[in-house]
């Protein structure tokens, strides 16, 4: 231990890297009943940590090392860090990716002047690819995690919170990939302050740390999700994992569904769009407090990445609000006749901030809704689902179906014989509580809805689209009650769109 803190206080990591704040959140400390601090090392040149292991390693290469080149395999921010590190020292880089990487990634590494090898769907298959170039090119390899020097360029994030709290702190929370990260921060702070508790935070489709310490061995996961690239690592390095044992003192595994509620937390608190690896300490710090009742206490997390593709943000933002516990989504089952619709929106979800709303005339007998429901202010998703139970509807709640989530919600409907004369019509109606049950109540009775979509997007207007079925010799009808309803529309019943899939 004491050639790893040698090793940490006498790192060149400052020749490249900055100094990064420590913030204090305050809306979010006053939110948690708890002091959060948010290590901000998304500021660093390349947006992410990786930039002090990777320089501080390459920056003690032997001079015949550093004429070789150097190669990594890397799932984004490593390859960043070894590719900036290495044209600030004016060598070659080859950097093997896996093909999975966001582009964001793959341009700033390029944009360094590195030469960039795609290869696999995740760190491990990249890293194969790499130790076959490896032999092939004679090039110096820096290691993402699994090396003293690039554990010790990591580490001095630990001396930064040591220097930046006074000490003065009750837990850390690390995001855990292959370990690098953790391991020096975890050696730095129990050495001098072992008080701190080091709980590092891991995807639960990605946890090889966790399972390897449960295991006590290191264990080869068979896959890894991939929503968190950064930290998607089949197995942990052998140095790592006998440092983590040693010093760490829990490892918290974390949804996607919290994943995507604790990068808007972070966005909220510094206006900063962190990766999914980024916020996996803040993940981790709100379940921690949440499951076992913290208060009272000063917490940090690191913010270890912001190298966010921008095309991921919709789902980010999708995910976030059963992430945070504010949504819950059901499937639920109506009576199929004229005026059943009307009824359940009307009477049972009387003051409920419904989310989404999804339906599809199915048979003569019975409909099938799936829909999304706002949850807080004293209402539960068992509240609701026990509500609707007592109304005498069967329901499904689906919050935690995965399936559901990624899949279903987008595919409600599909062709139905049983929709006779159909007329399709999008509307516009301002957002407000209770807008879309009045939108509802003015259809009227008098029109069968046989399709019905709306999604809460956050704006000045609601959108819904809305099949209804016409009577015959009653077209005329229809469209004195379209223009004398209110709402703006535009009929879509020649949408080839609509043709093909509705």
């Known amino acids: 231990m004491q050639q790893m803190i040698r090793q940490i206080l006498t790192s060149k990591v400052y020749e490249a890297a900055i100094e990064t704040p420590l913030e204090l959140a305050v809306n979010l400390s006053s939110e948690l009943n708890n002091r959060i601090l948010l290590k901000r090392e998304d500021l660093q040149p390349i947006f992410s940590f990786k930039l002090r292991g990777a320089y501080n390693k390459i920056a003690h290469l032997s001079e015949s090392e ?3 080149g150097v190669i990594t395999a890397s799932a984004g921010n490593h390859a960043q860090g070894v590719a900036f ?31 960039v090898v795609l290869h696999g769907d995740n760190y491990s298959e990249a890293a194969e690819r790499c130790q076959e170039l490896l032999i092939e090119t004679g090039m110096t390899y820096i290691h993402p995690f699994d090396d003293q020097l690039v554990i010790a360029g990591q580490a001095t994030v630990a001396d930064e ?27 730095y702070l129990k050495a001098l302050t ?16 966790y399972q390897s310490l449960k295991s006590g061995k290191r264990v080869t996961l068979e896959s890894v999700g991939i929503f968190a690239d950064g930290v998607a690592v089949r197995r942990v390095g052998k140095l790592t994992f006998d440092l983590c044992r040693q010093h760490v003192d829990e490892i918290i595994r974390v949804s996607t569904d919290e994943l995507c509620g604790a990068i808007k937390t972070i966005y909220q608190a510094t206006r900063s769009i ?38 991921r943000l919709r789902y980010v933002s999708e995910r976030t609000q059963t992430g945070e516990g504010r949504e819950s989504l059901f499937a639920v089952t109506i009576p199929e006749k004229p005026g059943a619709l009307r009824y359940f929106c009307s009477h049972v979800l009387n003051n409920i901030n419904i989310t989404e709303f999804n339906y599809r ?24 689902s026990r509500r609707l139970n007592d109304a005498g509807y069967r329901t499904i709640d689906l919050t935690d179906n995965e399936l559901a989530k990624t899949h279903l919600r987008y595919m409600i ?67 004195f009650f379209l223009d004398n309803l209110g709402y703006h529309y535009i009929e879509e019943t020649d949408d080839p769109a609509y043709r093909l899939f509705l």
Do not use: C
């Open 66 to 68: 550093k004429a070789s």
């Open 85 to 115: 590190s290495a044209q600030k020292l004016g060598l070659k880089a080859l950097i093997v990716m896996p093909a999975t990487t966001p582009q964001i990634k793959i341009d700033a590494v390029k944009t360094f002047g590195a030469e």
């Open 161 to 187: 919170l040591l220097r930046q709290s006074a000490g003065k702190l009750d837990a850390v929370f690390v995001p855990v990939g292959g370990g690098g990260l953790i391991s020096g921060i975890a050696v």
């Open 194 to 209: 072992p008080d701190i508790k080091v709980i590092g935070v891991e995807p639960l489709d990605s946890d090889a740390m």
């Open 274 to 311: 962190v990766e999914p690896a980024g916020a996996l300490g803040m993940a981790g710090l709100k379940q921690y407090i949440q499951t076992r009742g913290i208060t009272g206490q000063t917490l940090a997390t690191i913010n270890s990445g912001a190298n966010m593709n921008f095309e």
């Open 361 to 384: 005339l199915a048979d003569r007998r019975q409909a099938q809704l799936f829909m999304g429901v706002s949850i807080g202010n004293g209402l539960t998703g068992e509240e609701f």
């Open 413 to 479: 409907g599909g062709r139905s014989p049983e929709a006779a004369r159909e007329r399709l019509f999008r509307f516009w109606f301002p957002e407000r509580p209770g807008a879309l049950t009045r939108f509802l109540a003015d259809m009227g009775a008098d029109w069968n809805i046989s399709l019905f979509h709306y999604r809460s997007q956050g704006g000045d207007f609601g959108r819904v689209l809305i099949g209804i079925e016409i009577p015959d010799q009653s077209e005329n009808k229809l469209k």
